[in-house]
């Protein structure tokens, strides 16, 4: 059983980064805690298994479509640390929080808010986006139109 369970592990890191939770949960089927335990101690001594770089692949992968504040939900949920979601998105965002939230803005809607529902409505799609309240009013007054009426 060992070895189905390193083929499987082995199968899963090639398609892409894993953390440590997250391949946790996909082999916990095909043996009991212990050796599922044991293979991913392995697996990270041999440099396969890294939560590290699995948030760091994360980050680069979807900061262009996502704040922050989604970015570290999504992470936390995978099972990564606070400290490693930290350096991953201080390290692979190289813009600012407000211009990826102006670009995810501007590739979205044609026009700036012409009214308040309008303004509404932009405003939850960035939020939806993980974008914190203060950075969806920048982005939305840098438009005419400003502020709802």
Request: proline share 3%; with cysteine.
């Amino acid at each position: 059983m060992a070895t189905s369970l390193h083929e499987r592990a082995l199968r899963c890191l090639a398609q892409r980064e894993h953390s440590r939770a997250e391949l946790a949960r996909k082999l916990g089927t095909l043996g009991s805690v212990e050796e599922v335990s044991a293979e991913l101690d392995r697996l990270v001594e041999l440099g396969l298994l890294s939560d590290a770089r699995f948030a760091d692949a994360y980050v680069r992968a979807k900061a262009a479509r996502f704040g922050a504040s989604r970015l570290k939900s999504e992470l936390a949920r995978r099972g990564v640390g606070a400290e490693q979601i930290g350096l991953a998105i201080a390290d692979n965002c190289p813009e600012s929080e407000f211009e990826r939230a102006c670009d995810i803005h501007r590739r979205k809607f044609a026009a700036a808010p012409a009214d308040a529902r309008e303004w509404a409505r932009q405003a939850r799609f960035l939020q939806g986006r993980g974008f914190s309240t203060e950075i969806i009013r920048r982005v939305l007054k840098e438009h005419p139109g400003d502020e709802p009426a």
